[in-house]
């Protein structure tokens, strides 16, 4: 008897299978980097959730935050790493063989 493959499911990275981790990986992968407030409106979250949710994305490796000035302003920007790069693919591969894809 044969043992049956393990389900796709397995492979799904969990801190990215969160629906604002999501998110926010999916817009950071569309573009190099994207200032603090574009992501929040971009994905709809309020400031707090935003800044919790990259803490936890930053101290995976999955993203870099990069905080500089404008004159006095303070900026802030995240952006997908290499790993986080290959981790998102890799996600977004096993939900196509769980769709059938």
Do not use: C, Y
Request: cysteine-free; charged content about 25%.
């Amino acid at each position: 008897m044969s043992i049956p493959a393990e389900h796709p499911r397995h492979k799904l990275n969990e801190l990215v299978h969160s629906p604002v981790r999501f998110s926010i990986m999916a817009a950071l992968a569309k573009a190099e980097s994207l200032d603090f407030k574009d992501l929040r409106d971009a994905i709809q979250v309020s400031d707090s959730v935003l800044s919790k949710q990259l803490a936890i994305l930053e101290k995976a490796e999955f993203v870099k935050i990069k905080k500089s000035f404008a004159g006095k302003m303070p900026r802030t920007s995240a952006s997908l790493t290499a790993a986080g790069r290959n981790v998102w693919a890799g996600h977004l591969q096993t939900l196509r063989e769980i769709a059938g894809g």
